[in-house]
């Protein structure tokens, strides 16, 4: 009788000549974006040699140094606040059997994730300009807000996973050992779960940073973001000093991302 051979998708024909093309319309504008950022010349098309004189710009230029800043800080308070909040839910969620209306609990949670970014930037705009009108406030507190309702999920999935990836053992062993419900979670889950929470943060971080529609539709006047910076001056003129900001902006994310992936990967 003839054996079986088992199916596998890189024998199909083709199967190369597809995964290349794949990689390449993937990769091939951003390799591109990357080396034109050390063009010499003023022309975004033309190479006119190799030069960092973009990045000297970007750094020197006051503009960028305090939408940096600002994205930065908004980037930390809603890692920070998003990050808790996901945490509390996880341990929410997971950390009780089932019951009545879970289900809603995980689609209210994942909400941002499912409906599109310019329904929810909308909203906020609605929502906040209520409050702005009452109140008169017009700080960065709209923006910090907003991004961290928007990083919730992102920071609730790992930390979720990590969480049911957790053998509850210790945490029993040390119920039965008298240990106030505090204690153990101080003591025993959050050292456990700690992995899912910086790789959680990392994420809600890297989200917020990046942001460009809910930013640009609730930020007041003077408060833009580096992306939203960086919108503006391509609708204005489009310069290799772009190019050379959009390349730190890709290091920055690269580099929390893969520590994101070294921190969530499974070890044997």
């Known amino acids: 009788m003839a054996r079986r051979r088992s199916f596998s998708a890189t024998a199909l024909p083709g199967f190369t000549t597809v995964a290349v093309a794949v990689f390449a319309m993937l990769y091939l504008p951003i390799a591109t974006l990357v080396v034109f950022s050390f063009n010499d010349s003023v ?3 033309a190479w006119g040699g190799f030069s960092l004189r973009w990045y000297e710009a970007a750094w020197e230029n006051e503009s960028v140094q305090s939408a940096a ?23 929410g969620t997971t950390r009780r059997g089932s019951f009545r209306g879970q289900t809603v609990i995980y689609v209210m949670i994942n909400q941002p994730l499912m409906v599109p970014e310019i329904v929810t930037a909308v909203a906020l705009l609605i929502f906040f300009a209520s409050i702005k009108v009452a109140t008169g406030y017009q700080g960065l507190g709209y923006l910090i807000l907003a991004h961290s ?11 979720r996973a990590r ?26 889950t959050l050292p456990l779960m700690a992995p899912g929470v910086v790789a959680g943060a990392m994420l809600a971080f890297v989200i917020s940073l990046d942001d460009v529609i809910i930013t640009e539709f609730v930020k007041s ?19 290799p000093e772009v190019n050379a900001i959009s390349t730190v902006l890709l290091a920055v994310t690269v580099v929390l991302l893969t520590a994101f992936f070294l921190l969530t990967r499974k070890r044997g």
Do not use: H, K, N
């Open 43 to 45: 022309s975004i098309g």
């Open 69 to 91: 800043i600002r994205s930065v800080i908004i980037a930390s308070f809603a890692a920070a606040i998003s990050t808790t909040l996901a945490t509390m839910a996880a341990l």
């Open 149 to 159: 309702a928007f990083c919730i999920p992102f920071a609730y999935l790992p930390i």
């Open 163 to 188: 969480l049911e990836g957790m053998d509850l053992t210790l945490e029993t062993a040390a119920a039965d050992l008298y240990a106030t419900p505090w204690r153990t979670f101080r003591r025993v």
């Open 221 to 239: 006047a003077g408060q833009d973001t580096l992306p939203t910076y960086m919108l503006g001056q391509l609708r204005r003129a489009i310069t």
